[in-house]
């Protein structure tokens, strides 16, 4: 979606009646240029989740046990080779007995922060565990402090974008922006990459690119800001 156009509106004549006598002094008051503007960012996820199932049913409960756990380290210890962080891992067990065999069933979730050491995890466990574990594709999404970091980023480009276009309204008639009157936020709008291009694909069938597109989240932000218009700009320290 488009960013709304710009609206600029300047007023180069003085609202007051001019000084009976000229003086070098600055521009009278009133001489104010007012515009719009808007700016559009998006962020890539920072985060991203990743399931493991794995599961053995014995006829005896200690071999039943001893064949998750010993996979469950195997696991644990790949991660934190691998620079994940202990508490970034989370693990949940199911021990049940059918007929007269006994399931262990068990759930790994890892929270990546890096995606590559993500990915290296991931080839290892399925080249050392191969079918012994089904490793679900991974869930990406945003921590609320990249989306509080977005939202403050479009802001402070879309008031950037305004001060600019009154810069170069004011260098069109010859006179030098000054300090800001007004600043005010008029519209900002949030929405996720896959709003408005629905998957045609399965997300099993999605590849990693495709999987942080859709997550991918953006921000649009839209201000009016009011600055002072100065004089005639210098032109000797201009060239200076």
Known sequence: MAPPPARVFAELVPAQ???????????????????????ELSAGPDRARVSLRLGSRKGAAVAARSSVSRRLEYIAHSARQRGVPEENMTVTEDFSRIENTYQMEAEVCIVFSDFGKMQNVCNLLIEKLGTSVTISPPHFYHTPEAI?????????????????????????FGQSLGKPLLIREEETKEWGGHINSPLSNSPESLTLQERIQNATAYASCRVFAVFEIKGKENRRNKLL
Request: contains cysteine; glycine residues 6%.
């Open 17 to 39: 009646a001019p000084a009976q006598a000229p003086a070098p002094a600055p521009a009278p008051p009133g001489r104010e240029v007012h515009v719009s503007g808007s700016a």
């Open 148 to 172: 509080d970091t977005l939202r403050r980023q479009v802001c402070v480009a879309a008031v950037g974008n305004t001060r600019q276009k009154a810069h170069e309204v004011c260098q069109l």
